[in-house]
């Protein structure tokens, strides 16, 4: 049973997740009418995120923020990992893309570059999916990247397994659109963002 307050609660992680939309959609509201009022210095993180998905749910396009995100696909299935580069890139430009066909390419593409999130399949020619995640996240409860997992298996237990080993979501592959990935990928940054710099930060 997870303790309460333990942040590798998948549920606990929703909560926040909800709670972080709705102060964002607050504030913005608030600053629009209260142009004056100071923002707090924390409100930048959660715009490109939440508003995002917020401008989707109305129809509008995706609003425009600076930051580069890097994201790195970790998959041995040409035909999904293209698919979903390509999705993304079409999404924004803010996009860079990395791609690795194995586990060892994309451990050794991570520790050389900055990479925000990795996109990783749990099943790999040369080595397990999940030696890859505890390398990526040795502490599952204080992550310093965001990792989003993904499966061949439609058995249940994979799922909880890798989320309890540091992965912010997993999908079953053959299931998952390019929407749910980005929307994963952009919540899964929003929640290591929530971490302590110490553990978020890593040198390059």
């Not at 040409?78 to 990395?98: E, G, M, Q, V």
């Not at 999130?117 to 599952?140: E, M, N, T, Y």
Request: aromatic fraction near 10%; proline fraction near 8%.
């Amino acid at each position: 049973m997870e303790p309460p307050g333990d942040l590798s609660s998948p549920f606990l992680r929703g909560m926040m997740d909800q709670f972080n939309f709705y102060v964002w959609s607050l504030l913005t509201t608030f600053s629009q009418v209260f142009p004056a009022w100071p923002t707090p210095p924390w409100f930048p993180i959660l715009t490109p995120i939440y508003g995002t998905d917020l401008m989707r749910s109305h129809g509008v396009g995706a609003m425009p923020y600076t930051p580069t995100t890097s994201v790195l696909l970790i998959d041995t299935n040409d035909t999904d990992r293209i698919r979903f580069a390509a999705h993304l890139k079409n999404c924004s430009p803010d996009y860079t893309i990395f791609e690795a066909t194995d586990g060892q390419s994309g451990l050794d593409l991570y520790r050389s570059r900055r990479i925000d999130c990795v996109v990783l399949s749990l099943d790999l020619p040369d080595q397990s999916g999940f030696r890859v995640l505890v390398d990526l996240v040795p502490i599952a409860s204080r992550p310093h990247v965001a990792v989003v997992a993904l499966t061949d298996r439609t058995k249940s237990g994979v799922h909880p397994i890798a989320m309890q080993n540091g992965a912010y979501a997993c999908f079953v592959r053959q299931f998952t659109s390019g929407e749910d990935l980005e929307r994963a990928i952009l919540r899964a940054m929003a929640f290591v963002g929530q971490m302590p710099k110490e553990d978020r930060y890593r040198a390059v």
